[in-house]
């Protein structure tokens, strides 16, 4: 069964640092990764796609990069705001079920 | 992007009442529905998976006959919590993806349903 896990859980770094979040998984037999931020009390909001042929994909100050040989993949943050605050889940689909991870907590300090 | 509504966003419910929450798909055709649901300060546990026309498929744990799902279209799914108890109460979420199109293999998310059981 495929595990899913991010590291670090919590995370709190000062305004305008760059920073990155990992996801690791087990099975590298997956359709694509997604990366979503949630903010207390509200759904998920679908950051970056990756799917299983590509290697990253950017979107703003976000990018999200995917090893599947190391079963891994990172979502950089650049030049962090205080209105990232907020929990950072990756999700794995792998075509017949959707795992996510345990979640990053980001505190980006003004 | 595609977008999935849920209905209600937020509901109340004595203990022992039956709650259903609808998961529609707006704009494209959900053959796949995802129902998720989140304890207060854990991770979102994914709960059953249904395919259009077919019965769900539940996660280890999670007791079909309390949690009934129907998902007999294209573009809704309902969640049916029968009998709730305070324990119940989490913030439910539903996703969908479709064959083709705008949700080709990637999921898209409800805004969520906020279940409060007294």
């Known amino acids: 069964k495929q595990e899913v896990t991010q590291i670090p859980a919590a995370l709190s770094v000062p305004e305008g640092e760059n920073l990155v979040l990992n996801c690791s998984f087990t099975d590298s037999a997956i359709y694509n990764l997604q990366w979503f931020r949630q903010d207390p009390g509200k759904g998920l909001t679908s950051l970056l796609l990756i799917q299983s042929s590509q290697r990253e994909q950017t979107s703003g100050r976000l990018n999200a990069s995917l090893d599947k040989s190391s079963g891994r993949s990172t979502l950089y943050i650049a030049a962090s705001q205080p209105g990232d605050s907020a929990t950072y889940l990756c999700g794995l689909n792998t075509g017949n079920q959707f795992y996510f991870g345990t979640g990053t907590s980001l505190t980006v300090i003004p | 992007g595609a977008v999935v509504s849920q209905h209600p966003s937020w509901v109340i419910c004595k203990s022992g009442t039956s709650v259903k929450i609808e998961c529609r798909s707006l704009?494209?055709?959900?053959?796949?529905m995802f129902w998720y649901r989140q304890f207060p300060k854990q991770s979102l546990m994914l709960m059953a998976t249904?395919?259009?026309?077919?019965?769900?498929?539940?996660e280890q744990g999670v007791e079909k006959d309390k949690f009934l799902i129907n998902h007999a279209s294209l573009t809704l799914s309902t969640l049916t919590v029968t009998s709730a108890h305070p324990e119940d109460s989490s913030f439910y979420i539903c996703?969908?993806?479709?064959?083709?199109?705008?949700?080709?293999?990637?999921?898209?998310f409800g805004p969520g349903t906020r279940l409060t059981v007294l």
């Open positions: 704009d494209f055709q959900a053959t796949t």
């Open positions: 996703s969908a993806s479709g064959l083709t199109g705008l949700a080709f293999n990637e999921q898209f």
């Open positions: 249904s395919n259009e026309g077919s019965k769900a498929t539940y």
